[in-house]
């Protein structure tokens, strides 16, 4: 994977195990609007293993800064 920059903006999801945020494309996007997906897709998370498939309005677009992508904030 390439290295995640800071400052640049990532389509990612959040994890349905540990919900963490994680990158679904490895490269930044620069358009939020033509970076989106149209269908879902089946990602694996690398922090947890854990491997869902997530609607394409389950992925987002986080900004990576200092903190990481973040996390979900509720936990279910
Ligand atoms: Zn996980």
Redesign the pocket.
Known sequence: MIPKELGKQYLVVF??????G?RVREKPIAEEQDSLPSAAETHR??????TAVYEAREMKVARYQKEGLGRHKKMQ
Do not use: E, M
């Open positions: 994890c349905k195990g540990c919900g963490a994680f998370c690398p922090g947890c293993g854990h």
